[in-house]
């Protein structure tokens, strides 16, 4: 997974002819097990399969163009110079990753092959070489011994029965102290010797990652072993640490990554809500627009109809104010005839008062009269008794008589006029009925046309009420119709403004999730803010505790005052505690704040470095692509090249070997 491969089907074909090929050239047979080899494969095992010098240089000369990850050799007795074919052929597969010697009886003389396999293969990972003579000469041992400390891939190396020496533990010190990657050395069934073990443990002692190495048989002292184990188990317990915290810090790093995404996703929500928003806010403009408009609209409807009904009011109070003229005229001629009759009346009427005033007048001097005419008929009566009786004189009598007499006559007089005047004042009364008759008639003749006229009103008011109706049911048509068009533009608008108002609320809900874990923060710190002000509370109450025991025990007060002080001060203390994390509560929320500030601009540039670094890489990569196809292109005609001058060297080498065969 950490190293994909490269294979293609031009490889695999080029495995099997190069190996097929070179053993022809060589005059010996391909080996079945390598030959049936299943391609395309990550391992090449041949194990126990005498391989030989000419086998070795085949093989060697195949795997110049494979790709395998894993080799095994084992027990092939391939010797120094088929090792070293070996690894010319491995230098060139950058893909191994584990190689396996072991039992193939090369010395000394294959170190600077096996040390150029160890710098030329970047992933190499484990090496065995179990069963060989690597320490037969410390001098070549020291050139392996420099790669593998050199080596920055290299984890595991198997030496074991190398017949490794003292002379050998000086290059095994020295790798051990400057190697900072390999974790598993067996060094089993060496003669290493005590003097060897002491310098492996002092440079054991200098490392610390090496985890495991294997001393058995080395006739080394048992506190040595010990001394090198305890150090090797220390460096494992160690390297467990540190994969523990480096484990917590990949799972910070990725807390890290997933908060940075959380951000970059919330940063991209909030950038399409603020676009969604903006877009809602240019639709609600534009429906404010278009309602600005419908208003508009409806206030020169509404112009237009103030404008008609102004016209209709016009023309109706024209026609109103001809109608009043004409009733005003009329009821003026109507107000004179019924003022001159009600003077009529009133002269009437008080003619009628002086008449009955008269009569009443007349009526008091008949009577008056009647009660003389008795008073001179009595007067008369008692005369006569007079008479009779002789009392009275003849002159007075006769004096008496002329006197009544011109009484009598004046009242004659004056009753004869009063019944004049009565006969002339009742003939007046009799014509001032007559002219009342007819003012009556006039009067009802007059009302008759009053009434023709409020009916001719009462007709063209109707007529006008209609024309307002049908006017105000238009009006109220088109109003309805306005009113309907802008309730629907009001819905949409409004249906528009609630999905805004849901998207909004959407996103506060997302960053008061963000503010939640502040808050809980906020909350902690308020918890042990809270706790000081608890244990401020109690020392208050010990105060008064303690002012309690001041009154109740006057024999300690000296105490109680110290004790008091010291209360006071651990309460201002606690107060200038509570300020301080107060202080640094608010100092914490402003770093927090001026980090999230930081974190987005990092969170910005990286993303453009990240961006701007992505075009690059792939610019590179379509160029790699370009120099690859070329890079094939050649290879495929060398290849072709290569086969044809192979094929053509056969040939020649056929025909003089049949050349030889036949003069033999």
Known sequence: EKYPTLRSPLFERMFRQSYVATCHQMGIDPMPSIESIELPGEKLCVTSQTLAVKGSLALGEALRCSEFKEVELCNSYINDEGCRALCEGLIKNTFLMRLNLSGNNFGSASSDSLAAVVRCCPNLTELILEWNGMGSSHVAFSTFADAVSASKTLKHLDLRNNRLTFDCAASLEKLLIHNTVLISLDLRWNRLSTRGGDLIASAVAKNTVITSI??????????????????????????????????????QQEYQEVMIQNAERLQKEVEQRESTMATERRKTSSLIEQNEQLTATQHQLKAELIIAREQAERATSESSAKLHDVNLASTANLAETVEKHDIEMRKLS?????????????????????????????????????????????????????????????????????????????????????????????????????????????????QLQRVDLEHERAVQSMREDLIKEKKDESEKAARRLREAQDEVAAREKTINELTAEAVRAVERHQTAIDDIEERHKKAKDTHSSMEIDYHRMSGYIVQLEAERKRTDQEARSAEDRRETLVAEIETMQRQHQADIDRLTERFASDRLELERKLLQKEERLNHLDTENNDLSQKLKRATEDHTREKDRLLRRVTEQVRVIFDES
Not at 227 to 250: P, R
Not at 421 to 434: C, M, N, Y
């Open 214 to 251: 294997q001393l058995t048989g080395n006739d080394i002292d048992y506190a040595t072993l010990i001394a090198i184990d305890a150090k090797t188990s220390g460096n494992d317990k160690m390297k467990q640490n540190h994969s523990e915290v480096a484990t917590l810090y990949k799972q």
């Open 350 to 462: 008080t003619a009628n008062k002086e008449l009955e005033s008269t009569n009443s007048t007349l009526t008091g001097e008949i009577a008056h009269l009647r009660h003389q005419l008795e008073g001179f008929e009595s007067g008369k009566a008692d005369l006569l008794k007079r008479l009779e009786h002789g009392e009275l004189e003849n002159t007075s009598l006769s004096q008496t008589v002329a006197t009544l007499r011109e009484e009598a006559k004046e009242l004659i007089f004056k009753s004869n006029q009063d019944r004049i005047l009565l006969r002339r004042t009742t003939d007046e009364l009799e014509a001032k009925t007559q002219t009342n008759t007819v003012v009556q008639s006039r009067k009802a003749e007059l009302e008759d046309k009053i009434l023709e006229l409020e009916r001719e009103r009462n007709t063209m008011t109707a």
